[in-house]
């Protein structure tokens, strides 16, 4: 067995992870291969956020199984968080399947598609200890690298069920995350983006994330810093003071608010009340000028009543974010919530989330209108994907901004005066940097 295929599901941190696999399976001697017909086993990484999701893995194993109809030997395995939510179960309910290996059995994948050749094999044991810290990820292109510096979480949201799937919180050493960073650079990478489910509950044991911010900012040759997911409760004055103070982190949070409702963040656990989350993003406004801030919402929670559902559009109009990942409730097995009945129909979770997405498409069209006539500074990513002849990038606030090829190569800094803006999107011109006046001689 030499070649794999491997298809990502889900979210950043799932990235991360398969780009940690393939690191793995090409030092084992494996090629990847970008084609399921090519391989010789085919592994997907899975997510168990939302049902959709785990609905859309088994939609794909149905393909695999008539590729392996055709070809008995091919090896077919699940991995990440559906992995490890439904464990041997999908082993039994699929005959496609040969392997299912959660998210802390990636160090013996190799192996596992070895033994999976001649029978099913699950790996499902959650490991306390297991960072990776010590494994080199093979990364995609691109100017910016993904870095995954913690691993599990233990806040235990009552819709959440990550803690199950991905086990407690663990943070990498400082040290094997700058020397990441530092390889990254030397490979061309321009950008970080620091991963966590808390990602500011970091701490290795001496050092906290301001620390590693601090230590990121100092690297050489990296232009630009961020991290995501924050969990307000952890945003404290020295992370705040960090932001404020390296100016290779960018001016931009992402601060999952999930409802404006106290009564309903009680319910989903989320141990902060609105007034917190009102005074966080104050500091940080006030410490940060120009800060981009954008949120996850998860509306029609069970309990979540039209009261509530209103504190959550009135705030969303007083706090103006620049976007928001906006989502109807899905209960998922195992949760704490997911033994409270649902009083929030499907039909009413649907008018609720059209009525969040108009109005906060817009206020981020009001927002970007108001960029039109300022320079933005763009870290260049290369073609725009839906007009190739113009070049794309990130503001410092992680808006995208497109304007007209110029040659500019990726990975270079590119100051651009934003001519219009739709919600979704800044429309720039290069600016041509003023020509030297010469002085008269004599
Ligand atoms: S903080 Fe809450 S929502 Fe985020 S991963 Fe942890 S349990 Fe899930």
Redesign the pocket.
Known sequence: MKRVFLETYGCQMNVADSELMAGVLERAGFTLTGRPEDADAIVLNTCA?REHAEQRVLGRLGDFARLKAARPGLVVGVAGCMAQHLRAKLLDQSRVLDLVVGPDGYRHLPELLRRAADEPVAHVRLDRDETYGDLEPRRGDGVRAWVTIQRG?????T?????YT?GRERSLPLADLVRQVREAVARGFREVVFLG??VNSYHDGTHDFADLLRAANALEGLLRIRYT?P?PADVGERLIAAMAECPRVCPQVHL?L?SASDRVLEA???TYTLDHYRGVVKRLRDAIPGLGLSTDIIVGFPGETEEDFERTCDYMAEVRYDSAFLFKYSARPDTRAHRLPETVSEEEKGRRLTRLIDQQQAISAEINAEWIGREVEVLVEGPARRTPEQLTGKSPQFKTVVFPGDGTRPGTLRRVRVVGATSQTLLGAAVVAAAPRLLPIG
């Open positions: 956020i979480c233990d806040k235990f949201c819709y959440c069920v990550v803690p991905r489910q808390t997911s969990h999952p999930q989903m656990r989320r």
